[in-house]
């Protein structure tokens, strides 16, 4: 299978450059995925296709506001970090511009000195690892320092920080927003809920390697990049009740969909766990307890329009991806949104 199979054509002025004032009036694409049919509504409608007993699963990353801008100690010459991975309390693994600044050994400051920083080794494909000096919790400083890192294709400062970050965030951790997520209001999670739907949340903290090109003709000598994950026991209860019952487990994002098919067993049960996935999902994959998906418009040739394709099938996610140029749909982080079902 070629990565040239999931290529189309994307005018670039349907890349959405900024999120809707009110989060549920994007426009919203039904794909049925055993007809291929497709109907255009408002994201708002979800709630008519959700049934009682269903089960809608979120991710509850937070996104870190992980872009500091600071300068080289003593010559103050401007850097760019942005925070990959924690890998101990206080040093994380970083991608810095200029990287040829950032030798093992050198020394930075960001704010009124009070962040500090100091290169201790070079890790994966370029990246530094760094270790941070600071008084107080680092959080609360990287919330005052810190700018969201938003995606290489959208070019336009956010004004409103919480924008970049779903109603229900709760664990900071990500890189970036789990975006299929971002068009839910307090009140549409409420209406689904009156509506006999159950919500249960895990956690997956979402790395830079999502919009990591994929640079292989052959998909299957792609290397996934790996992310954490967490599910707790009463979320394990909630999907495991409802696939014993025959009602659908719906992933709201890629995010929840892969940690659900790194979890879920042969028997189509999850249980409570944690750790790191690099499960790679793509068409021939039979999925295990995801039955419908609610996602947005990705990027051509990625790994999550393999993803897609897997669940509704290549002929129909392709189709109806050119009928979204065709339509004007808005595409990628703060665009418009598709259900599979």
């Known amino acids: 299978m070629k990565v040239t199979d999931f290529d189309f054509y994307l005018p670039e002025e349907l890349i959405a450059q900024h999120p809707l004032e009110q989060r549920d009036e994007a426009r919203l694409m039904l794909l049925d995925k055993e007809t291929g049919e497709i109907e255009h509504k408002i994201f708002k409608d979800i709630v008519d296709y959700l049934q009682p007993g269903d089960c809608l699963v979120l991710n509850d990353t937070r996104v870190l506001p992980a872009r500091l801008i600071g300068g080289k100690e003593g010559t103050g010459g401007k850097m760019e970090f942005l925070l990959l991975k924690r890998t101990d309390k206080d040093t994380w693994e970083t991608l810095v511009k200029p990287g040829k600044r950032a030798q093992i050994g050198s020394r930075f400051v960001f704010g009124n000195e009070e962040l500090k920083a100091e290169v201790v080794g070079m890790g994966e494909e370029g990246s530094r690892i760094v270790k941070f000096e600071y008084e107080g919790i680092f959080e609360e400083v990287l919330d005052r320092l ?22 229900y965030s709760k664990e900071q951790g990500s890189a970036a927003a789990p ?16 509506k ?30 790996s992310e954490y994950y967490c599910m707790s026991k009463a979320t394990a209860d909630i999907i495991n009740r409802t696939k014993e019952s025959g009602k659908n487990v719906i992933a709201v994002g890629t995010t929840s969909c892969r940690t659900l098919e790194t979890i879920g067993d042969e028997n189509g049960r999850v249980r409570e766990q944690s750790g790191w996935t690099d499960i ?45 140029v065709k339509e004007r749909y808005r595409f990628f982080s703060f665009g418009d949104a598709m259900f599979i079902k």
């Open 146 to 167: 810190g700018q969201m890192p938003l995606p290489p294709y959208i070019t336009e400062k956010l004004d409103d920080k919480e924008m970049y970050q779903t109603v």
């Open 179 to 194: 975006t299929a997520g971002l068009h839910f209001t307090k009140e549409l999670l409420e209406q689904i809920k009156e």
């Open 196 to 225: 006999g739907v159950n919500i249960a949340f895990l956690t997956l903290h979402v790395g830079l390697g999502t919009f990591r090109p994929v640079k292989v003709e052959n998909i299957l000598e792609h290397n996934m990049h």
């Open 280 to 324: 790679f999902i793509y068409p021939g994959y039979k999925y295990k307890i995801v039955d419908k998906l609610i996602t947005n418009f990705h990027l051509p040739q990625s790994t999550l329009i393999m993803l897609v394709s897997a669940l509704a099938g290549r002929e129909n996610v392709m189709k109806a991806y050119d009928l979204a």
